[in-house]
Structures are given as structure tokens and as C-alpha cells.
């Protein structure tokens, strides 16, 4: 009977735990393998490999041969420390990397006599490097890490970690190439991207472009134009389009929401006051109008304008001309008008709320920003934009969408359109940046799941997500909070059991 000794048993528990690591890095590249754009897939493969091995700095680049394009993300990189790897050691060390098919290893390249002498290494005195080439021939990539946290150079199992996720990613960004190549053609959007400034308006769906398109014909026109849709739809960012692509867009874009004003400050927010016109006029006051002189002017909630008036609008859209609140003498305005409204103004004029020729004065050409619900295939695309702003906004590190959270995004309803989806997101980002986490999970967006809060309703995944966050909380409960313990009863790594707690939100406390 053979007695297994000490040493062997750590030796046992040391495979063990590579052998987790290991299917745990393919679990992950599984679920990456799950995303549908590519640049957030190479983000997040990136950031699991450097987390993996212990890099300081990582660079991934990808090429599709079919359209000769290339993708590259870096990690912990700045623009010109970017520009110097993509100059310079891809020359060298990559270079090599590439040419050969094999993993280039080197605990100091400045020392290295492979490539102490090349102008790129001694440039950049580059130390510890690990660069392993991604596919066959013709090779699709290369992984390129540099510098270590730990002492002296990659570990073997860094190395193979390295090596394993280069096998792996190559078939799945095939498949992202190829998905990205046919989402090229069926997207809407793409060629009036490359014919119109639309900064802001994020979307490629049908519904979407055939609106942009119909505000493009207008926006070199000095027209009047009238935007419609649902409250949060983004008519703001479609006026703003507009602005940028008219020969106005040199000077101001000035928007008023005309909903927040008090109906009885309306008047001289727009046209401005002289000093005693009314209470609060204790001096001469510009409007809105004057600030946009040679500019636009956006009336957000045109709707919201009190019937008394709406005939000083109607007078500086027909005659350009408009008198300051208690001025006698007019004022001559060079401005064009884009109003939007989330109201029926032809119901609004039956109704005698809202004067009909002023509706036909703003109507010259009416274009409605599509709902959420008619543009599902923009979501993924939306979220990722509404996220990488609200971090923008709070200075948060950056984060990313996880497959899980993008499929749980897709399957609500969002009755309050983009701007309750924005909401969500940049709560959601609070949450994840709070607990530390690299991405934004369906618990940060719907915390009231990840808690067991709504009984009814739950898609597949948010049940998955409960189920996983009651069963690691009750796993570590029973261990005092040990994660190697807890790790080895659920039979995972303990790196992937501090991750789930971090994703999760769980605390000691509970």
C-alpha cells in the first residue's frame, strides 16, 4: 500500500490547481466566445491573459486576411507606448514571434543575445517579454506581454496559459471576423457614417438609418425641421446632427427644454428681458435666440410652449425678427429652429392647445427618431456607448459588458428608451466600479434579481445568476469564508472564486 507523503500531496494539489486554472482560462474563453463584436471580445481576452500570467502590459493584434484589416487592444498601455510597439517591436521581437510560429520567451531582451542588438529593443529598453503568435500559416495574430509583477521572468505556466489561450482565441475571433464582416453588410448605418458627422447616435438597425437619412436631406437646407418620437428616443442627439452637418455648424447649437421652464419665465428665456419688464428683469437680458445667433436653435418639448406664446415663435419663424420681453423696438435673428416633441401636435391643435400654424411653421419636415423596441439589434452597441460615457463622467476605470449582461439588456423592455437605458448602465457602473470588478454583470444592472428580489419573470440567465450567487454565498458561509476551501468543494480555482465574488457583489457580512 503505498502512502502518499507530504510532498506529493502538495505536489498532487499544485496539478490539481493548474488543471482548474487551466479548464477555468477555456471556460472563460468560452464565454467570451459568446460575445458578438470583436473589439470588446479582444478587450476582455486580453485582460484575462495578462490577469492570468502576471503581465504588467499586453498588447493583443488580429488580422482578418479575407479583408486585410487589423484589430489590435492594449493593456495598462498609453497611445504613444502603443505606437512604439506597433512601430518598432514588431520589427523585433514580434517580428520573430511571427516568422517562426514559436512562443518567444525572454527574461530580459536587453540581455537576451537574440535581441539585445535589434534597434527596437535597445530603444525601448525592453525587459521580461512574452509573445506568442495566434493561428497557423497565414498566422491571424500575435500576443505580445511585457514586464512581470513577480520577480524575473514568465513562469512555464505562464507560458502555457499564454500558448493555450493563442490556440483557443483563433477559431473564435474567426468566427467574430466573419460575424463582423456580415454585420458590415447589414449595416444600415455604415454609409451614412462615411458621408455625415453623427457623433452620438450609435446604432446600425434599419429603423434608425432610414430617420438619420431623412434629417440629412434637411440639414444643408435652412429649413425648419420638426423631430417626434417617444420621450428618450435621442431626438437631442439627432438635432445635434443636424447642427453639425449644416453650414451652421461653425457657430452655436443652443437647446432649451421648454418643459423645465415656468411657463411665465418661457417668454424671456427665449427672446430675452429689458430691466423692469417683469419682477425678476432688474437688467437688460439676452435670450436663448440671441445665443444662437448664426447658429441652431433646439426647442426640446416644443409642445410645453403656453398657446399665449406661441405666436412670438410663430412671428420670429416667419418674419425672422423678435421684441424682448418689454423691448418696443425688434430684433433681427439669424437663427434656424429644430423643435422636437414626444406629443401628437396634430391632436394638440384639435385640441386647441397648440396653435396650427405654428405646427405647420415647424412641420416643414417632420422626422420621427424610431423607439428602442423598433431597434433591438442596437442594444449591444448602445450599451457599450452609454457605459464607456458614464465612466468617462465619473472617472472610472474602463469597463466592459459581459456577455451575460449584454443577453439579460436584450431581453428586458425598456419603456423609457435610451435614456432609461442610460440610466441603468450608469448606475450599473457605479455598482461594478464600487466592488472592484473589470466588467459590468447582469447583477449590476439588475440588482433586484442578483438579490432574489422579483420572483416572477426571470429570464434563464438571471435565474443561472441567482443560483450561482446563493450557492457560492452558502458555500462560503459553511467555510468561515475560506476561499481555498470553498474553491476546492465547488471544484474551481480560487482566482475564479474571488472573481465570482466580485462579480456577484458578495461581502463577509453578507
Not at 438609418?209 to 436631406?217: C, F, H
Request: with cysteine.
Amino acid at each position: 500500500m503505498h502512502v502518499v507523503t507530504t510532498s506529493e500531496a502538495l505536489v498532487q494539489e499544485r496539478e490539481l490547481e493548474q488543471i482548474r486554472r487551466e479548464r477555468d482560462l477555456y471556460l472563460r474563453l468560452l464565454e467570451l466566445g459568446a460575445e458578438t463584436e470583436l473589439e470588446p471580445f479582444l478587450k476582455e481576452a486580453l485582460g484575462l491573459v495578462v490577469e492570468l500570467t502576471g503581465a504588467r502590459q499586453g498588447y493583443l493584434e488580429l488580422r482578418d486576411e479575407a479583408s486585410e484589416e487589423a484589430w489590435w487592444i492594449a493593456d495598462a498601455c498609453s497611445e504613444e507606448e502603443v505606437a512604439e510597439i506597433r512601430a518598432k517591436v514588431s520589427r523585433g521581437i514580434i517580428g520573430e514571434s511571427l516568422a517562426t510560429g514559436a512562443t518567444v520567451v525572454t527574461e530580459a531582451a536587453l540581455l537576451d543575445e537574440r535581441f539585445r542588438e535589434r534597434q527596437s529593443v535597445v530603444a525601448q529598453r525592453i525587459g521580461a517579454v512574452l509573445c506568442a503568435p495566434i493561428g497557423g500559416q497565414p498566422r491571424r495574430g500575435v500576443l505580445y506581454l511585457h514586464g512581470h509583477r513577480g520577480p524575473g521572468s514568465f513562469s512555464a505556466d505562464a507560458r502555457r496559459h499564454a500558448e493555450l489561450f493563442a490556440r483557443h482565441l483563433a477559431p473564435l475571433a474567426d468566427r467574430l471576423l466573419l460575424g463582423r464582416r456580415l454585420a458590415d453588410r447589414a449595416d444600415a448605418m455604415r454609409p451614412l457614417r462615411e458621408r455625415y458627422a453623427l457623433d452620438g447616435i450609435v446604432g446600425r438597425a434599419p429603423a434608425l438609418a432610414a430617420a438619420v437619412k431623412q434629417a440629412m436631406l434637411a440639414a444643408p437646407l435652412d429649413v425648419n425641421v420638426l423631430l417626434t418620437g417617444e420621450s428618450g428616443t435621442g431626438k437631442s442627439q439627432l438635432a445635434r446632427a443636424i447642427h453639425q452637418n449644416s453650414p451652421r455648424a461653425a457657430r452655436a447649437f443652443v437647446e432649451i427644454n421648454c418643459a423645465t421652464l415656468p411657463h411665465h419665465l418661457i417668454e424671456s428665456e427665449l427672446f430675452g428681458a429689458v430691466a423692469g419688464s417683469h419682477s425678476e428683469a432688474r437688467r437688460d437680458r439676452s435670450g436663448k435666440v440671441a445665443a444662437a445667433q448664426g447658429g441652431t436653435l433646439f426647442l426640446d418639448e416644443v409642445a410645453e410652449i403656453p398657446y399665449e406664446s406661441q405666436s412670438k415663435l410663430l412671428q420670429l419663424l416667419q418674419s425672422r425678427i423678435y421684441y424682448p420681453l418689454g423691448a418696443t423696438s425688434p430684433v433681427e435673428a439669424d437663427v434656424r429652429v429644430v423643435a422636437a416633441t414626444n406629443v401628437d401636435l396634430a391632436q394638440a391643435v384639435r385640441e386647441r392647445r397648440f396653435r396650427e400654424d405654428l405646427f405647420f411653421r415647424l412641420q416643414v419636415l417632420p422626422v420621427r427618431m424610431p423607439s428602442l423596441h423598433e431597434r433591438r439589434e442596437d442594444l449591444p452597441a448602445l450599451a457599450r456607448a452609454l457605459l464607456a460615457r458614464a465612466c468617462a463622467r465619473h472617472r472610472f476605470p474602463d469597463l466592459d459588458v459581459s456577455p451575460g449582461a449584454l443577453r439579460a439588456i436584450a431581453g428586458s423592455e425598456w419603456p423609457g428608451h435610451v435614456r432609461q437605458l442610460e440610466n441603468a448602465l450608469e448606475a450599473a457602473a457605479i455598482r461594478a466600479a464600487g466592488a472592484g470588478a473589470r466588467r459590468v454583470e447582469a447583477a449590476h444592472v439588475f440588482p433586484e434579481h442578483a438579490a432574489g428580489g422579483t420572483e416572477d419573470g426571470l429570464t434563464f440567465h438571471e435565474e443561472t445568476r441567482r443560483f450561482q450567487r446563493e450557492l457560492l454565498r452558502r458555500t462560503l458561509e459553511d467555510t468561515d469564508w475560506n476561499v481555498n476551501e470553498a474553491a476546492a468543494r465547488l471544484d474551481l480555482a480560487r482566482s475564479h472564486v474571488y472573481n465570482l465574488i466580485k462579480t456577484l457583489g458578495l461581502t463577509q457580512e453578507g
